[in-house]
């Protein structure tokens, strides 16, 4: 089966500009998450969704990051306007359901000038 | 949240067991205990998990302590390949987010 699908996998943008990450889980995975992983540290996680109802984002700075997750399928993250700070790895993962092991893409690689 | 600790890292010779500790002794009945890997440039990838029996998979098995505070996840034979970041987590039964810390970097030795 394919894996978790993540684009792009590089991106570099200068501060305060846009920013937007896709994500396409594995066929038939209800559970989608979104996580932000900074050098040397374990993932943690922004936002999770149960079909396409976001059920916990407690975590997601809601002034700059949004998210959506559109059919209950493919998701894409958005930063704006984006900050030095957040410069990291955003990973996306998928599961068939909540309690489920998680699958990993390989993250999208984001660099702030 | 319960926490777990793991070393920061650990060394290995290639084709001899490893053994990676992980303690938590704040565990409560609910929790599973998964442990997920990291390779270089890769997203995580899930290794295995258990409750309180021990488990055996293709890639690994999990030692379960039986007062349940500690866990230790075997690769029987490492292999190159198996050079990664290795976290143990907790996953709550009710809620299934799962808490990653900063994990052990095992370093295989050819």
């Known amino acids: 089966e394919a894996g978790v699908v993540q684009s792009p996998r590089y991106k570099i943008i200068e501060k305060k500009q846009p920013v937007a990450f896709w994500c396409n889980p594995i066929?038939?995975?209800?559970?989608l998450y979104w996580y932000r992983q900074n050098l040397g540290q374990g993932p943690e996680l922004l936002i999770r969704?149960?079909?396409?109802?976001?059920?916990?984002d407690s975590q997601l700075p809601k002034d700059r990051f949004s998210a959506e997750r559109l059919k209950g399928v493919d998701s894409t993250l958005k930063i704006q306007p984006a900050e030095l700070g957040d410069s990291a790895v955003y990973l996306c993962?998928?599961?068939?359901?909540?309690?489920?092991?998680?699958?990993f893409g390989d993250g999208t690689r984001l660099s702030i000038l | 949240d319960a926490k777990t600790t793991q070393p920061n890292s650990m060394e290995s010779n290639e084709e001899e067991p490893v053994h990676l500790p992980c303690n938590h002794s704040?565990?409560?009945?609910?929790?599973?205990i998964h442990w997920y890997r990291q390779l270089p440039s890769q997203g995580p990838e899930y290794v295995i998990h258990?409750?309180?029996s021990n488990v055996n998979n293709r890639m690994a098995s999990l030692a379960i302590a039986e007062d349940r505070k500690s866990s230790t996840l075997i690769l029987h034979r490492a292999t190159l390949r198996d050079a990664a970041v290795y976290y143990c987590?907790?996953?709550?039964?009710?809620?299934?987010?799962?808490?990653f810390g900063k994990g052990t970097r095992l370093h295989i030795l050819p």
């Open positions: 258990g409750l309180t």
């Open positions: 987590i907790l996953r709550f039964r009710r809620d299934d987010k799962i808490i």
């Open positions: 969704y149960e079909n396409e109802e976001a059920v916990d």
């Open positions: 704040t565990i409560s009945g609910t929790d599973y």
């Open positions: 066929s038939g995975h209800n559970t």
């Open positions: 993962a998928s599961s068939l359901e909540g309690h489920q092991p998680q699958h």
